[in-house]
């Protein structure tokens, strides 16, 4: 035991080996890429709606695009499953060559792939494809590239060499604002979005730009060697012949894999998603940010956070991935509500008065108001009360929905003052079409949606909110914005502005609780599981976890403020998952620094 001891100490002080720092760089320059081509799709949704879209109405095809990008999150498992299967029977190394070149061929053809004026409804079928197959991919490349940096760490530092991984996603995410940030101010708007004046758009070339980078990936992913652990169970015989199986069909192992998830995975999913992307869409949607502005933010928030991956997963080393990870799941849960409001007060001092200063009632009969929580905005509302509270949501007025009498029309007051509510026609939206058994598009509840939309836009001005915090309709973007709301008109002078630095330090705060939680949780996953399921058993959990909590927390936290008309409501979401993960965790996840992931067998029967 002491001389075991001793040898992890001296490992764990030796420096890095060329060997090691080869591997740790072609690991993380592949994560990286593909993280890049994963989310360049979400920051560019709104422009692919428009060209991929376009057969529909602006308010579906946004539904559409962003339906698209879940499709990559939903599939995600499915790659972790498929890839696993893979990488414990063949190896780590052919694995994640496969999956690279998979994300990279799809990328690039989104570059290249006509528009839906161009060639029809082949364009958005063959972009959803697209986007499967990068969520598939996804799902076997995290997990491969974790597995392969943890099994080539010596005892002591997995954490550490793990942590490089976790920077991947985050620098994947800032490279693909960096690039479009930089081609929008090269090209023009104009020029991004429809190629005019160039002879491609803009919006197509980080697409492209990825075969250079897939290249250099799989040049260097080529001079790999197979991980030591991987080898000695082959040259030893002792592969499963069925990891699928004997990682979730006994449940010595499958147990192992829901406390992975619901103890660890799931709360660090809401945390990352919740510092990085729900802040980014809570600026842009609620705050309404300028989509400049709000990216630059967010970019310097990730510049100055991103070093926290690596402190993390080193300290992890030291005092153990439970305290850091579950730690931080607490801190981020006991913190969120009051970051998002001072956040608020900072970005838009005008709005965060108007919420405290401005008292907004729905009024109306309970039997005529029903559920407005629609996460895929799919759903058209007919009734008045409906159409009211969508509206105010969309505007990002905090209302209170009030009893009123049995058989009254509802009613919107501003401070006890009436504002009349546009009905429409909503029995044109229940007829079904002539030889038809689903009703037609409910094309007068939209104009009712729009009319009220612009008439409590004009009521919340007047009332003391800001202009730019209301005048998103859906069929128009936002005009610009009140001047008391967040404004910067280059990168750099980002921090010359002090309103500007006050919102990077709390986004930045927010940052550093994703590289708690994350940046030891590769090493945390790897040292669950015995070498010959690894690659299958930790892949699942994290892809669940990223992939469907976190993936689908911007749509149902909007959703649920939607559905409330507190701004902040979507809050508890994360924090719910967060304290959820906290208690499993502590009660049952065991701490695994010091486990020997050669010699570890699994759980006992």
Same mark, same amino acid.
């Given at each position: ?47 692919? @709606? ?19 990008? @879940? ?56 972009? $959803? ?80 730009? &990825? ?5 250099? &990936? ?91 991956? $690596? ?172 001047? &008391? ?20 330090? $709390? ?13 030891? $949780? ?84």
């Amino acid at each position: 035991m002491a001389v075991a001891a001793a040898t992890t100490t001296q490992a764990a002080q030796r420096p890095m080996t060329k060997e090691e720092r080869k591997v740790i760089l072609a690991s993380s320059l592949g994560t990286v890429f593909e993280w890049y081509d994963f989310y360049l799709y979400g920051s560019l949704a709104a422009i692919i @709606a428009n060209q991929f879209f376009s057969a529909f109405d602006v308010t579906t095809r946004n539904v559409f695009a962003l339906l698209a990008f @879940a499709a990559g999150f939903l599939v995600r498992p499915f790659g972790a499953l498929v890839f696993g299967r893979i990488g414990d029977l063949v190896g780590r190394k052919y694995t994640f060559l496969i999956t690279i070149l998979i994300m990279g061929v799809s990328t690039f053809m989104v570059g290249l792939l006509p528009s839906y004026a161009q060639i029809g409804w082949i364009a958005p079928v063959v972009l $959803i494809i697209l986007r499967m197959l990068q969520g598939l991919a996804l799902g076997g490349e995290y997990g491969g590239a974790a597995v392969y940096v943890a099994e080539h760490a010596p005892p002591g530092r997995r954490g550490f060499y793990t942590s490089w991984i976790q920077t991947t996603a985050t620098v994947g995410l800032l490279l693909s604002l960096m690039v479009i940030l930089a081609l929008r101010v090269f090209m023009g708007e104009a020029g991004f979005t429809t190629g005019e004046g160039w002879p491609i758009a803009g919006w197509r070339i980080p697409f492209l730009l &990825s075969v250079v980078l897939l290249g250099i &990936s799989v040049w260097i992913r080529l001079q790999l060697n197979e991980s030591p652990a991987f080898q000695k169970m082959k040259d030893e015989g002792t592969r499963s012949k069925a990891p699928l199986t004997e990682a979730f069909g006994q449940w010595r192992n499958a147990k192992v894999v829901i406390f992975a998830l619901l103890g660890l995975v799931a709360g660090q999913a809401v945390v990352w998603y919740t510092g990085q992307f729900y802040a980014l869409f809570f600026m842009q949607s609620i705050l309404k940010v300028d989509l400049f502005t709000a990216n630059v933010l967010v970019a310097w928030s990730l510049i100055l956070g991103t070093g926290g991956f $690596i402190l993390f997963g080193w300290w992890s080393d030291i005092i153990g991935r439970k305290p850091i990870i579950l730690g931080g799941c607490l801190i981020a849960a006991i913190t969120f509500f009051p970051l998002f409001q001072a956040l608020t007060n900072v970005v838009s001092p005008k709005l965060s008065a108007a919420l405290d200063n401005v008292k907004v009632q729905v009024v109306a009969d309970p039997a005529v108001c029903g559920s407005v929580f629609d996460p895929v905005g799919i759903r058209t509302f007919t009734e008045p009360c409906d159409i009211a509270r969508v509206a105010l949501a969309r505007a990002a007025v905090k209302y209170e929905l009030v009893p009123g009498p049995a058989g009254t029309p509802p009613r919107v007051t501003f401070n006890g003052k009436d504002v009349p509510i546009s009905t429409g026609t909503p029995a044109a939206a229940a007829v079904p079409a002539a030889g038809t058994t689903a009703a037609t598009p409910a094309r007068p509840a939209v104009s009712a949606l729009n009319a009220n939309i612009a008439g409590l836009n004009r009521a919340a001005i007047d009332a003391g909110y800001p202009q730019g915090a209301v005048l998103a309709t859906a069929t128009a973007p936002a005009r610009p914005g009140d001047p &008391s709301i967040v404004k910067v008109d280059g990168f750099f002078s980002a921090l010359f502005n002090w309103q500007a630095l006050k919102a990077i330090l $709390i986004l930045t705060i927010m940052v550093l609780y994703v590289t708690a939680v994350y940046g030891p $949780i590769a090493a945390a996953l790897v040292e669950f599981f015995p070498t010959r399921i690894r690659y299958t058993a930790m892949s699942l959990p994290y892809h669940i976890g990223n992939g469907w909590f976190g993936g689908f927390l911007p749509p149902t936290a909007f959703a649920m403020v939607a559905a409330t008309g507190d701004i902040f409501y979507g809050l508890w979401y994360p924090v719910v998952i967060a304290l959820m993960t906290f208690v499993i965790g502590l009660l049952f996840v065991p701490e695994t620094k010091d486990r020997d992931i050669f010699t570890y067998e699994g759980e006992r029967r």
